[in-house]
């Protein structure tokens, strides 16, 4: 059975930092590319940040240099690294697992996790 699970999400005043972990059970971990998607109430999911299995990562243009996705393989584990937070980024934080290989694609998501930025 496969499992993403998002932690680290809460409230956090403007300007401060969050790491939203996402640990991963039940895939071959190492090959599959990953990502965080957000959604914001009343809008669509949205892209925030994908990593590949070679570590090449990719950001949302409005969120470069502020947002940082890294992998653990070890500890089947991605991150999002959340720097001077806005209240615009207030949503439901979601992992992403993929893994393509000619037709074969497989496609999991986490439950998600809430980030709120208030003061």
């Known amino acids: 059975q496969v499992q993403l699970v998002e932690s680290g999400g809460g409230l956090v005043q403007p300007g401060g930092s969050l790491r939203l972990s996402c640990a991963a059970s039940g895939i071959a971990f190492s090959i599959y590319a990953l990502g965080w998607y957000r959604q914001a109430p009343g809008k669509q999911r949205e892209l925030v940040a994908t990593?590949?299995?070679?570590?090449?990562?990719n950001y949302a243009d409005s969120l470069k240099g502020r947002f940082t996705i890294s992998r653990d393989n070890a500890k089947n584990t991605v991150y999002l690294q959340m720097n001077n937070l806005k209240p615009e980024d207030t949503a439901v934080y979601y992992c992403n697992a993929n893994f393509r290989w000619g037709p074969e694609n497989e496609d999991y998501w986490g439950q998600g996790t809430q980030v709120t930025v208030s003061s």
């Open positions: 990593i590949t299995k070679r570590s090449i990562t």
